[in-house]
């Protein structure tokens, strides 16, 4: 079948993408590998997951009316709710009708002649269109530990980004769990209370800060309907559109006593004010993030009762802030209870996953259940997972080998009318926030495109060369561009992710923004149009 523009992923991005191009009057296709909207949340049901960024920041803001029906429940909503949320957007603007789901599309190749992309699903089905809309998804590539023995184990066993649909019982089971990052923090600090045993594989420590969740009182819902033309003003003016900026003061040049009074009044507000609203030099200045650190790791030795654990907790290969931080609700307090065992596996590494469970040189444990949270291969693992071929046949996965070329992260050099919503070198922080630029800009781009007569676009190698170099220099100055994470593009699960790659533009929001509104008003000179 062919249509105006298909779209991959049924997620945020596909979603909003969607309701933007029928605004437009096209044939749209979205195609989406799960049963049913909701992307992240559709798939990560993994017990106490939810999302980190102010549940009433966090929302589309595209209606007036939608923002006005809508009840978060809490100030950090869960994934219940978040997806429950997602779902009634969906059956308000009746988005269903051009979704075809249950359809992983595996190759997208793009015909010189036709100045158009053929997609193929898992199931053979093929359609065709002058547009390819990639709404992927940063983390949604998720990677299983590469762990001798794996597939040996007989109970069940599951990635915290694959959790069943149905209920799981773990009450008094015996639980084995590897990872301690977001997903996994999140996970043991919920399942905790239930479960007979859980021993947790530590591969390597993470920084994490209090949540300080609560529910949102009939008060405080209607002082957010009220305030929404605010919130989301106030989210377009910080440096990645969550509520906070940092604080303009220096670290050093600010009196002991201060810088902890300071500290102590962030640690114990909600949010991402400890990370995001933090001294303005802690992210690229070593001496005040190691002060910043000291600060956070004297929270967890006083939460944490036993100090040999604690010292395990705490990171010492990279500093507070330099990974996403992920925020905790008595993450740090399940390390005192006496039926949580930590293993670091830099003492005694996993040797391999058994048929009863998992032996490292020490001993073996036997499990009932097992959960990976073994993270995603971030950003470009999405693309990867696809065969796109672009013009001439070239291969967008041997073409991002080293770092990829882009133009603003919406279109990348070779690949002509594939615009991606979060691509790489795009500006992240909060994510809906962000998508809703991204989609309006592409949305403009196309509406240009059509009123000119122009049936493909491609960047100029000059502009992805300028844009390269842009987001190369910003980054440098970071301290987290030496740090392995997802962002950087390191997951020890897949060949070849050792080493850091810069994949985002760090240069915030602001400048992100400014050149993109440079190139729309500038009649979008930086791409080649036929």
Not at 335 to 342: I, K
């Given at each position: 079948m062919s249509f105006d523009a298909i779209i991959v992923g049924a997620g945020i991005s596909g979603m909003y993408q969607l309701?933007?191009?029928?605004?437009?009057?096209?044939?749209?296709?979205?195609?989406?590998?799960?049963?049913?909207?909701?992307?992240?949340?559709?798939w990560n049901r993994y017990p106490g997951a939810r999302f980190d960024s102010e549940s009433w920041s966090y929302g589309f803001s595209f209606s007036e009316e939608l923002l006005q029906e809508w009840e978060w429940p809490e100030h950090f909503s869960a994934q219940p709710d978040t997806l429950r949320y997602l779902n009634y957007v969906a059956d308000k603007f009746d988005l269903r009708r051009e979704m075809r789901f249950n359809a992983k599309v595996t190759a997208a190749h793009f015909d010189d002649d036709t100045n158009s992309w053929t997609v193929t699903t898992e199931s053979g089905e093929q359609a065709t269109a002058p547009l390819l809309i990639m709404g992927l998804g940063p983390l949604s590539a998720h990677t299983l530990p590469n762990i001798?023995?794996?597939?040996?184990?007989?109970?069940?066993a599951y990635h915290t980004a694959r959790w069943p649909h149905e209920p799981v019982d773990l009450k008094d089971k015996r639980v084995g769990i590897i990872g301690t990052g977001a997903c996994g923090i999140q996970a043991i600090q919920t399942i905790a209370k239930e479960v007979g045993s859980l021993t947790i594989f530590q591969r390597k420590p993470n920084w994490a800060a209090p949540l300080h969740n609560s529910k949102i009182t009939p008060e405080e819902q209607e002082e957010i309907r009220a305030s929404y033309p605010e919130i989301f003003e106030r989210c377009r003016n910080t440096v990645a559109c969550f509520i906070h900026n940092p604080d303009l003061r220096y670290t050093l040049e600010t009196p002991p006593e201060e810088r902890e009074e300071f500290w102590e009044k962030l640690y114990s507000e909600p949010g991402f004010g400890i990370w995001m609203g933090n001294f303005r030099d802690m992210v690229i200045d070593e001496e005040a993030n190691r002060l910043a650190s000291e600060f956070v790791a004297k929270k967890i030795r006083q939460r944490v009762k036993d100090p040999k654990v604690a010292e395990k907790l705490i990171p010492k290969d990279h500093g507070f802030g330099m990974r996403r931080v992920p925020l905790e609700s008595g993450y740090f307090e399940v390390?005192?209870?006496?039926?949580?065992?930590?293993i670091d596996i830099s003492e005694t590494?996993?040797?391999?996953?058994?048929?009863?469970?998992?032996?490292?040189?020490?001993r073996d444990f036997e499990f009932d259940f097992m959960i990976y949270a073994t993270g995603f291969d971030g950003v470009t693992g999405p693309y990867d997972r696809i065969d796109i071929r672009g013009s001439g046949g070239r291969s967008l996965k041997e073409d991002w080998i080293g770092t990829p070329r882009t133009l603003l992260g919406v279109q990348a050099e070779g690949y002509p009318n594939m615009f991606m919503v979060l691509g790489p070198h795009t500006a992240r922080g909060n994510i809906p926030r962000n998508i809703e630029e991204i989609?309006?800009?592409?949305?403009?781009?196309i509406k240009f495109m059509r009123e000119e007569g122009y049936s493909r676009s491609e960047p100029r190698p000059e502009a992805v060369a300028e844009w390269g170099e842009a987001v190369e220099k910003v980054s440098k100055i970071l301290l987290s561009s030496k740090i392995g994470s997802w962002q950087t593009g390191v997951n020890q699960n897949v060949p070849g992710r050792d080493k850091p790659r810069v994949l985002g533009y760090n240069g915030g929001v602001f400048r992100y923004r400014k050149r993109g509104r440079q190139v729309a008003e500038g009649g979008y000179k930086e791409f080649a149009f036929r």
């Open positions: 309701y933007r191009l029928r605004e437009l009057g096209m044939k749209v296709r979205v195609f989406e590998s799960g049963s049913d909207v909701g992307g992240t949340w559709y001798p023995g794996r597939d040996d184990y007989e109970g069940p390390y005192n209870q006496d039926n949580v065992e930590l590494p996993i040797e391999r996953i058994t048929k009863k469970g998992i032996r490292t040189s020490d989609v309006d800009w592409i949305t403009d781009m």
